[in-house]
């Protein structure tokens, strides 16, 4: 435990994104849940009908899901960067950055985020649907990669930017 520590207390920058990759499985679990209940149940009304909006395009219900799709990627990123927020201001960063000030920054992240992510899978769908993976297994790979760029966007500017100490 004593050498666990002091690599820890050696590499502060890469404990801190370790912890922040390894606690970010909290709104990880939360996105998976979320996608799952809503593709599979909350809004499998909409999985026919497809969806066109700016730069949102799911068209082709059998790859994307339609509005079904779309509603559940921005539901499920939204429910997961509620849950990130609070874990990393308060586990992570440890950050005493003022909540009034911390929560408009960290509401224009995830607006940015979910516009991403929201737009992002119907490609990334499609993509894995024409190499020939399942239209069933899509939208969970289309997860993965939501949440790898995610990661990309979200670490340096929770770091940097919002939750700074």
Known sequence: MKSIRQWI????NLWEF?????????????NFVVMWLCTGFIFTAFRNQPFSFF?????????????????????????AQTVNFFVQKNLVFKSSADFSRAVPQFIVLAVV???????????????????????????????????????????????FVIMKK
């Open 18 to 30: 370790i912890l922040f990759n390894v606690l970010s499985n909290c709104a990880t679990v939360v």
């Open 9 to 12: 207390a050696d590499h502060p």
């Open 55 to 79: 730069i949102f395009h799911y068209t082709n219900v059998e790859s994307d899901l339609g509005l079904c799709g779309f509603l559940s990627f921005l539901v499920a990123t939204a429910a």
């Open 113 to 159: 985020l979910v516009i991403v992510s929201a737009a992002l899978p119907a490609y990334s769908q499609a993509l894995f649907v024409s190499w020939g993976i399942s239209a069933a297994l899509a939208p969970t790979l289309a997860n993965i990669v939501n949440i790898l760029a995610q990661v990309v966007i979200s670490y340096p500017v929770m770091k």
